[in-house]
């Protein structure tokens, strides 16, 4: 999961209630890349570490840039392309007309495995993972390993797909799902091969309409269709001969599981084709009527910017992490943008302090310091604390004293922009000389909107049950309480249960500061996929895992995409035991996983151990760390000191550990 490094995130959490703004993107032209060809820009892909792009004309040249400097680094004839793709690992996978499959290793970008489908290719898919490759193929869809680089499984049709337009999996990875020009939907499970459920995606406005899509994809959370169609209809005054058809153009978001419309964006040019990002709330596209391209806020559902271009696009993409975007036209070029966001400014206090248990924070000071920050893309000219100046180092930071009576205090922050808008941040402060002290508190705390998902499990229909899990879970629901999160509790929850307590989080979180995903129950790792297990999962194989298990990498999605400006956190005390019956294949506890940024993951043990259940009402490890939460301290020294006490109980035999990527300085208390 990565989250967008060019979104403001907080940096520091504050004691006022924050709002949750709408960043709308624009583009600022980089650099254009030195020409190879003088055909149609077929393909496009950049690395996701930003260093590296490739392209491929529709006749097949191909070639590999190195951005910085652009410098071009490697050209080939790769046959007429239907997919090229950098991998999360850094690959660029190449699959051309014929099917034949080549893997180049990242950075060097020399071949390093070659394969072949079984028939050529219509559409090439990969899977959020970088793990499966699918093909769509006239008779099938055929899903192909990338790790183990062999063929997995294909699912016949019954039927003939005609004109598709999209194929692609859902968040957890679980569900394969085609969309054809006529908006017909169809959902298969990739592990068992059946047909899960058919759709039509109505458009609807119009009576006796015909709509066509002409481009389609899911959003980054994986619980969205989201197709550009032309809706056909006759104006009104009925059919005469002189009456032409009319057209209305639109982009429309669909429900992944249902095909309910939630969303329709009305657009005047064609949907030709279009990329999500950057975020998960915009995408851009392009239209062959127009030398234009558009970015589009579906969350407000307007254009946010129009960008001329001197050439027709044919390809266009952004970069993983959603900084650059780069545009391929008809004449062979490749051009490369900045992604800018345009967050309107907010002010953020961080001293004094704001503790939620007060209506206003109390002082014994006659004289405090206030400090804060101006997050977002507006230029801030001037700041004033109560009506005088306060020092501005035009970076976004501020500070300035005020003095204080006895009893409750407003304190008035405003910001004016050079536009001469004003922002404005109040709070209160009472003063009490009862409470005098050396020096001001300084700690920042998050007390802006928290929320959590608490699932645990115990009680298992096809495994050894576990004794502690349920209390380790209304543990970690009371402690959460008391530190101001809004919490929901799953108990022994099924697969049905877990996946949709999931995707009511991700509904949630759009809008907090702070969301945390906790889990106790089994938990185990097949082929470098961690697996949470719900308690009616019959588990006889690695295979049943994969189809009967939540894949972590679903939940990190749901809370990347959700809530990509705040902070989020995952807790796993999971790798209890290992409720494979013996002798089945399946890995003993968790792998690794690299945190993206503005996130926090916590393990229970180390990767490839198991954790204790506990020999009280409590498991080891969330005992300890229920205990650390009440204690005011950074959240990487609350994992650090649970760390510490938990090898200091279990004599160094449970090790828990953290992968974080913080983006500043954070307290739960």
């Known amino acids: 999961m990565k989250l967008i490094s060019v979104a403001i995130a907080n940096l520091i959490f504050f004691g006022i209630s924050t709002i949750a703004v709408s960043q709308n993107a624009y583009l600022t032209p980089y650099q254009k890349l030195s020409k190879f060809s003088q055909g149609k820009i077929h393909q496009l892909t950049i690395s996701v570490d930003n260093k590296f792009i490739a392209a491929a004309d529709v006749s097949g040249k191909a070639a590999v840039w190195e951005i910085e400097g652009n410098r071009l680094l490697k050209q080939w ?5 239907q997919f090229l793709k950098h991998a999360p690992s850094g690959d660029l996978v190449v699959v051309n007309a014929k099917g034949e499959i080549k893997v180049l290793s990242a950075n060097s970008y020399t071949e390093k495995n070659t394969a072949t489908f079984s028939s050529p290719p219509q559409l090439v898919s990969l899977d959020p993972t970088g793990q499966n490759l699918l093909a769509l193929e006239k008779d099938g869809i055929e899903i192909f390993d990338l790790r183990a680089f062999m063929m997995q499984t294909k699912i016949l049709f019954t039927t003939e797909i005609k004109d598709p337009k999209f194929i692609g999996f859902d968040r957890f990875g679980q569900q394969l799902s085609l969309i054809t020009e006529m908006g017909q939907v169809l959902t298969w499970n990739p592990i068992n091969q059946r047909l899960v459920r058919e759709l039509k995606l109505q458009s609807g406005e119009y009576s006796g309409s015909r709509s066509v899509i002409h481009d389609a994809s899911n959003n980054f959370g994986g619980d969205r269709f989201v197709v550009g ?12 001969a002189s009456n032409l058809l009319e057209r209305k153009n639109l982009i429309v978001y669909y429900d992944w599981q249902t095909g309910q419309e939630l969303k329709r964006i009305p657009v005047r040019y064609r949907v030709d084709q279009m990329t999500q990002g950057p975020g998960a709330s915009n995408l851009a596209y392009f239209s062959t009527d127009a030398l234009s391209i558009f970015l589009v806020n579906y969350e407000g559902g307007t254009i946010t910017s129009t960008i001329k271009v001197k050439e027709l696009p044919h390809k266009i993409t952004f970069s993983e992490n959603g900084e650059l975007f780069a545009v391929g036209n008809v004449k062979g070029e490749v051009d490369l943008y ?4 345009n967050t309107p400014a907010e002010i953020k206090i961080q001293l004094p302090a704001i503790d939620r248990s007060y209506a206003s924070e109390p002082t014994g000071e006659s004289n405090i310091k206030v400090k804060g920050v101006i997050e977002g893309t507006e230029r801030v000219s001037k700041i004033l604390i109560n009506g005088s100046p306060a020092q501005n ?7 300035g004293e005020i003095n204080l009576e006895p009893g409750k205090n407003k304190v008035r922050v405003v910001a004016e922009t050079s536009e001469q808008k004003q922002i404005v941040k109040d709070f209160y402060v009472t003063m009490d000389p009862a409470k005098a002290t050396s020096k001001n508190q300084t700690k ?3 007390n802006g909107k928290r929320v959590a998902l608490i699932i645990g499990n115990a009680n298992y229909q096809y495994s050894n049950k576990l004794n502690n899990t349920i209390n380790d879970a209304k543990t970690m629901e009371q402690t959460l309480k008391e530190l101001g999160f ?3 509790l799953v108990m022994d929850g099924s697969y049905e249960s877990m996946k949709n307590a999931v995707y009511a989080f991700g509904d949630q979180i759009s809008d907090v500061d702070i969301s945390l995903f906790y889990y106790a129950g089994h938990g185990l790792e097949v082929d470098g996929t961690n697996y949470l297990i719900p308690v009616d999962a019959n588990i006889q194989s690695a295979l049943d895992v994969k189809q009967k298990a939540l894949p972590l990498t679903g939940i990190l999605r749901t809370m990347e995409f959700a809530n990509e400006e705040g902070l989020n956190m995952i807790i796993l005390d999971a790798c209890r035991n290992n409720p494979f019956p013996t002798g089945k294949r399946g890995g003993t506890g968790l792998a690794k996983v690299n945190a993206p940024s503005g996130t926090l993951i916590a393990y229970a043990t180390d990767p490839g151990s198991t954790a204790s259940d506990g020999t009280g009402t409590n498991g080891l490890y969330t005992g300890v760390l229920s205990q650390q939460l009440k204690v005011s301290q950074r959240i990487e020294d609350i994992f650090m000191n649970t760390r510490n006490k938990v090898e200091e109980l279990s004599k160094g035999s449970q090790r828990p550990w953290e992968e974080l990527r913080l983006k500043g300085v954070f307290y739960l208390k």
């Open 486 to 488: 809004q919490v929901t």
């Open 77 to 81: 004839d790769a046959g007429k392309l």
């Open 444 to 446: 920042h705390t998050g």
């Open 338 to 341: 900045y992604v800018e966001r």
């Open 229 to 240: 169609l032309q809706e056909v209809f006759r104006p009104k005054g009925g059919a005469q």
């Open 393 to 399: 180092d035009f970076s976004g930071g501020f500070e």
